[in-house]
DNA sequence: ACAAGATGATTAATCGTTTAATCAACGCCT
DNA sequence: AGGCGTTGATTAAACGATTAATCATCTTGT
C-alpha cells in the first residue's frame, strides 16, 4: 500500500504560483489565454519541480490512452525486433507508447490477446497477422501489415516487386533454372513474393516451388529439403521466400559439399539478423520497416485523432457480431512500400569456375 | 472529436439494477459487503453490457497503471523474440500489461527511453542491459535481468553454469583444444559464460578465446574468423558464446570445406531460432526465460503491490541525483536458473572417420 | 425489551487533467 | 460616458473507479 505519490501535480504548480489550475493547464498546453509571460513562469516551475503530467489523469478526461497495441500472432518471428524496433519508434515520435500483445502462435488466443490490449485501453493497434488469419473486431482503428494483396491491407512492404527484383537479379546473373523455396502456400506475403518473381521471367527460365511445410509433413520437421537432388537436377539457384529458410538451404548445400556461390546461388528474403554473419554473406531483399511503420502509425494516429479513413470491418462475420462496435481498419494512401535488392556474395553466376556442380564426397 | 464511449461503466450498470455505484463496484471486485445474491445479479448484467473497467479510472484512482516496463537497449538483439514473448505471458498472467521501450542501440538514449515509460504511468519496469550499461535512476521498482555476477541483478540465466556444461560435453566427446569465441570481452553474460567453461576444464585441455569485435576493428564488419588457420593448428572444437557466433563459425569452416561434425565441432549458446534449422542443427545451451520472465515478474509485482524487497541504486551516482526518487532494484530469491544443455548434430568426437581435418580445395 | 453487533447498502470524497462557461478589467469607438 | 470587444484569468463540472465513512435494518444476548 505504499502509494508512491512521487511527482508534483497541476495543483502544486498552481499553489506555488499563486494562480489556478486551470491557468497552468493552459499554459502548458498552450491552448487558452494566458499571457505570454505568466506561459514563461509556470513552464519554468513546472520544469523546476519535475512535472511530468499523469497519464491516468489525461486518459480519463480526455478518453484517449495515448498508447497503441502491436499485435504479431507469431511473436517468434525473427522479424519481430525490426517491427518491434520500427513501429515503437514511430509511435514515440507521434507521442505514443506501444503495448505488446502475443498470442503464441495460437489463432484462438489471437482474439484474447487483442481484448486484453482492449481493456487496457490503447487508442488503436497494429496488427501483423500470419497466415491470413481474420482480425477479430477490436472496438478502436486497426492497422494491419500484411501484403498489398490481402483484403483489409493498411500498408506493408511491396512483397510482388521484392519478388520481381530477385527474380530480375538472378534472370541478369544467367540462372535458367530455379527452385524456390517457401514455407508454407497458405501465407500470403510468400505466394506474394513468389508471385512477383514468376512475374518476372519469361519461359526461358524454369522455376519450380518447394514448400517447406509439405516436406515436413511427411519427412518430420528439422528434415533435410534434398537440394543436393535439385543440384543435379540442374537447378542452379535456390531463392527462398525468408532468409530462414536461405539460411537452411545454405548449410545444407554446403555440409553436402556445394560451394555457395560458385556450384549454386542462395538468395534470401528480409535482410534478417544473421544475413550479413554467414559465410558466404546472404543476398537477400530487404523491407524499408521503418516507411512502413511511419505509414501504419500515421494512418493509425490520423483515425483515432481526426477520425480519419477508415473502413468497416472485413466481409463476412464483422457486421454480424452486434455486441462490440466493428473493427475499423484504417487505410493509407501509399499502402505498398517498395523492397530493396541487397546483393552479397551469396549469389553469383551458375557454373563459375572450374568445379563441378556436386562434389559428392560428404553426402550425408 | 469522435470520442469512441465505447462500453458502459460503472454507474450505468448500476443505474440499470437501481443501485449505487459503490455497490456495483462492491460486487466485482469483491472487497465490500454486497448480499451474494445481488453479487449475483450484478455479475450477470455487467457481463451482459460487456462491462470492461476503464483503466484510467482505475490508474487515476489507485495510483497503479498495470503497466510494466520493458527495456532492451538492443532491441535488435535476437534474442529479444524470447524475451518479450516470456515476459509479456507472465506479466498478463500477472495482470500486467507490457509497454516496450527501445533505445536503439544507444546508451544514451537508454535514459531517455527509461523516462518514456515513467512518463507513461508505468508501474515497474524490466531490463535487459547489454555490456554493463548503468540503469539510471527511474523511480519505480526495476528489475535487471543480466548475470548473476552482475552486482543490481535480479535473475538471469546461469550463465556461468552454462559455460561449465558445454565444456564438460566437449571434453566428453574427446575434444582437447578449443576455440571459444565471443563478441565483446566488456560484456558481463559472455565473460560469464567462458569463465564457467573454462573452470570445468583442467590442464589437459588447451582454449583460446576469440573476440570478433577486436577482429572487426582491424579486418572490418563481417570479416572471417580465420578458423581455418585455427583448425590446421589442431583446434578440433569451436565453442561460440552466442548462436549468432555459433552460425558464423559454421558457415565459414564449411564454406571451406571443412565438414561439420565431421572435421570440427560447433556450439553455440541460446538456442535461437534458426539453431534447429541449419544442417548440422546447432548443440547449443537453452535458457530458461519462462521461469525467468515468471522470477522476474513476481519480484517487480512484489515490489509494486507489497512494498517487497528492494535494494538502493548501485553505488555511484545513484543517491546523488535528487530530483527523482531513487531507482529501486528488486530482488528475487532464486537469481540464477539453470541452463540445458540441448546436443544436437553440430557436436561430435573430433577426428570421427577418415576425413583429413581440411580439404583445402574451397579455400576463399 | 433494549443496547450492541452484524449485515447490506449508500454517500461522498478523491485521484489529476481538461475545457466550457464565467468573470473582471481594460481600451476603444461613437 | 456608456456600450462593446478583447485579453487574461478563474470556476466548476466532468471523466470512471475506489474506498472510507455513514446509515438503515435486522439479529441477538441479557
Known amino acids: 500500500m505504499v502509494s508512491t505519490r512521487t511527482g508534483p501535480n497541476l495543483s502544486r504548480i498552481a499553489a506555488s504560483l499563486g494562480v489556478s489550475v486551470a491557468t497552468v493547464s493552459n499554459a502548458l498546453s498552450g491552448k487558452g489565454r494566458v499571457s505570454v ?27 484517449r490512452s495515448g498508447v497503441l497495441g ?19 519508434y514511430s509511435a514515440s515520435v507521434a507521442g505514443y507508447g506501444v503495448l505488446i500483445a502475443d498470442s503464441r502462435g495460437d489463432v484462438g488466443m489471437q482474439t484474447e490477446a487483442i481484448n486484453r490490449l482492449v481493456e487496457r485501453g490503447v487508442d488503436g493497434m497494429v496488427i501483423v497477422p500470419r497466415r491470413g488469419t481474420r482480425i477479430a473486431d477490436a472496438g478502436c482503428p486497426v492497422a494491419v501489415i500484411d501484403t498489398p494483396s490481402t483484403p483489409g491491407n493498411t500498408v506493408s512492404a511491396d512483397h510482388w516487386q521484392g519478388g520481381r527484383e530477385i527474380a530480375k537479379h538472378l534472370r541478369d546473373l544467367g540462372h535458367r533454372k530455379i527452385l524456390l523455396i517457401g514455407a508454407s502456400s497458405t501465407s500470403n506475403v510468400q505466394n506474394d513474393r513468389i508471385g512477383g518473381f514468376k512475374s518476372a521471367l519469361d519461359a526461358t527460365i524454369k522455376t519450380e516451388v518447394l514448400w517447406i511445410e509439405n516436406l515436413e509433413e511427411r519427412n518430420g520437421p528439422g528434415c533435410l529439403l534434398g537440394l543436393v537432388d535439385k543440384v543435379q537436377q540442374g537447378f542452379t539457384a535456390f531463392a527462398a521466400v525468408s532468409d530462414l529458410h536461405a539460411l537452411r538451404a545454405l548449410t545444407e548445400l554446403q555440409r553436402a559439399g556445394i560451394a555457395v556461390p560458385d556450384s549454386a546461388t542462395v538468395t534470401g528474403f528480409d535482410d534478417l539478423i544473421w544475413s550479413t554473419v554467414v559465410t558466404p554473406a546472404l543476398t537477400t531483399m530487404r523491407m524499408d520497416m521503418a516507411t512502413i511503420a511511419d505509414i501504419a502509425v500515421a494512418a493509425l494516429v ?24 466493428d473493427s475499423r481498419l484504417v487505410t493509407a494512401e501509399k499502402s505498398r512500400v517498395p523492397m530493396q535488392l541487397v546483393v552479397r556474395q551469396s549469389s553469383g553466376p551458375p557454373w563459375v569456375g572450374k568445379n563441378e556442380p556436386l562434389s559428392g564426397e560428404l553426402l550425408t
Open 70 to 88: 502491436l499485435v504479431l500472432p507469431d511473436i517468434s518471428n525473427p522479424l519481430f525486433p525490426q517491427i518491434a524496433q520500427a513501429i515503437e
Open 37 to 63: 509571460e505568466l506561459v514563461e513562469r509556470i513552464r519554468a516551475t513546472a520544469a523546476a519541480l519535475g512535472y511530468v503530467p499523469s497519464q491516468a489523469g489525461r486518459a480519463l478526461r480526455t478518453g
Open 302 to 325: 490520423d483515425a483515432i485523432e481526426n477520425g480519419g479513413p477508415i473502413e468497416k470491418g472485413g466481409p463476412g462475420e464483422a457486421s454480424a457480431d452486434e455486441s462490440l462496435p
